[in-house]
Each structure stands twice: as C-alpha cells, then as structure tokens.
C-alpha cells in the first residue's frame, strides 16, 4: 500500500518514491527509472513524489533558490543562474507560464531539385509570375553591381 505521509526532506522524498515504485513491480525490466531527466520522468514517479512531499518542502527550497550563493576564490558571490531559476519556478507557479510557441518549418522536398521545381512552375501560373518577377530584380540587381564594378 501507498503511503501518503511527506518526506522530512525532498532528498528522503525521492528515495521512499523510488523505492515504492520498485516494490510494486509494475515496471517492466527494460524500463529504466531514472531520475536524472526531467523531461523523461514518468507520470507514476510524479505522483509518487507528490504524495511524499510536501508544498511547504518544495516552497523552501524555491526560496533557498533565491538566496543562492557560490563560492569564489573571494569568499561567497551571489549564484546569479540559481536565483534564475528559483525565479523562474516560482513564478511558473504563482502566475503559469506562457504559451509555448513553436514554429513549425515545412519542406517540400519535390522542390530541391529541377525537376521538382519545373513540375510546380508548370502547374502554378501566380508562381511562374513571382518567379519570373524575382528573377528580374536578380538580374536588375546583377547588372548595377557590374555597372557600378565598372566606373
């Protein structure tokens, strides 16, 4: 059975998740439970480590973020990425994040070569014109920098 009681510390709440999840067998031997990914963690290790910690836990280890230091060859610097990122996660928490934008690219990949490239020519009369127009501003473009060469 499942505990539900947090970890005294996140460090404890990973090892009692881990080893619940291991004990209960339903993993497949070839499925690896690793940990070191974030963006690979399964849904059964998230909801595993979030009955074992607690909100407070994770609030103080945001604000330890924040209050982050380095040492250096001087003594104690601030720990400018750490306070990043503590920034950052708290306020994915307290405001969300934003949509993530994704700019999705399409390649034709009939149009990489002549024959391709002929084919849509031949079909397109309003891509034969921007084609041919393009290649005038090209070639209009190729002559004044001969001209230019020249004087």
């Not at 104690?76 to 708290?90: F, H, N, Q, S, T």
């Not at 700019?103 to 309003?126: F, W, Y």
């Amino acid at each position: 059975m499942t505990s539900y009681a947090p970890a005294p510390d996140i460090e404890t709440a990973v090892e009692e998740g881990v080893a619940e999840i291991r004990a209960e067998g339903k993993r497949r031997p070839s499925q690896k439970l690793d940990l070191s990914d974030p963006r690979q963690i399964s849904k059964e290790v998230v909801v595993a480590l979030a009955r074992k910690i607690a909100p407070d836990l994770i609030a103080e280890k945001i604000e330890a973020l924040l209050h982050a230091t380095r040492p250096t060859k001087y003594g104690e610097a601030a720990d400018v990425r750490a306070m990043e990122a503590g920034i950052k996660l708290y306020l994915a928490y307290a405001v969300g994040l934003p949509t993530q934008r994704q700019e999705i690219v399409t390649v034709n990949l009939e149009a990489d070569n002549s024959a391709g490239i002929e084919a849509r020519l031949a079909n397109s009369p309003a891509l034969l014109r921007s084609m041919e127009a393009i290649i005038e501003r090209v070639r209009g473009r190729a002559v004044e920098a001969e001209t230019m060469a020249a004087k």
